[in-house]
């Protein structure tokens, strides 16, 4: 068997406007890149080769260790690991950074093993990352990271993880203010109850989006594209926020939105073209609001991990 494997994993955009911790997708790039290496003893290490991460110092808190640990215990193995990150997303920047590491390490090791699990069965030990990152173990970023494409958590309990077709033709901006936002701090702001009017255009909206994706309907797509409970609260942790989604609509996109838990945003169009305006359209407004920032344009990443 393998000593060692180097992965790829990728970013993701959880929660997709109206789907509040039940959809999210994965993004060609960027992602985390990492070395695993099974060790002569129990254990786990972490080596850190990227420019500019800093991992929490308990290396028991690092949400690869984590997951791999949570995977491990269900197989009964006591084996130990090397981690090495090679590259790393940026934590706190609100497109899974904390979900890859979590998927990486999982996907890595069940590789090395010979796939005893199925990739869908990978996700519930990166669930436990999420939840040593954010202290609740949400699904919307580590399903799409594992599985790819769109995935809608139908049900946590039990976990119900469906993965929904999209358009071929659909093109995600992405653009990061330079401020950072902890997922776990973005849930503690929220609101513990909703009004029944709320509910009923939010579940709308999710069912509204789930269509439009599933029959390639871009109108439908954009109109569903919408988040009446959880954007108004957490727009306000990011300056501008109005007047950068205002500019995304403005230049063609069909929705957009808090990317994640923030602070980035995200924006869907149905051509490269027109993602690339929109990209322009959010940086130059940010700008305006002397908040440094940079976007950028990727595809939807149809297969999640992958072996590098
Ligand atoms: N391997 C890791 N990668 C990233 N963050 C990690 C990792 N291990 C632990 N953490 C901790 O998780 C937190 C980052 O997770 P958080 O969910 O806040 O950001 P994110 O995943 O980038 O955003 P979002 O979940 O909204 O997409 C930080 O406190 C960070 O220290
Ligand atoms: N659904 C999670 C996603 C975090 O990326 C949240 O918004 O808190």
Redesign the pocket.
Known sequence: MKESIRVFSPATV??VACG??VLGFALESPGDEIEVRRRDEPGFTVINKTADTVFPGDVNKNTAVVSLKAYLEHLGSEDGFEITFHSKIKPGS?I?SSSASAAASVFAVNELLGRPLAQTDLVQFAMQGEKAA?GVA?A??VAPALLGGFVLVRSYDPLDLIQIPYPEELYCTIIHPQIEVK?ED??KILRKGITLKDAVTQWGNIAGLIAGLMKGDYPLIGRSLKDVI?EPIRSMLIPGFDEVKEAALANGALGASIS??GPSMFALSSSLETAQQVAQAMTKTFSQFEIENHSYVSKINKQGPKIL
Do not use: L
């Open positions: 959880a929660n509040f911790d609100g899974g954010a949400h919307d970023n997922t973005a849930r959880i994640g838990s």
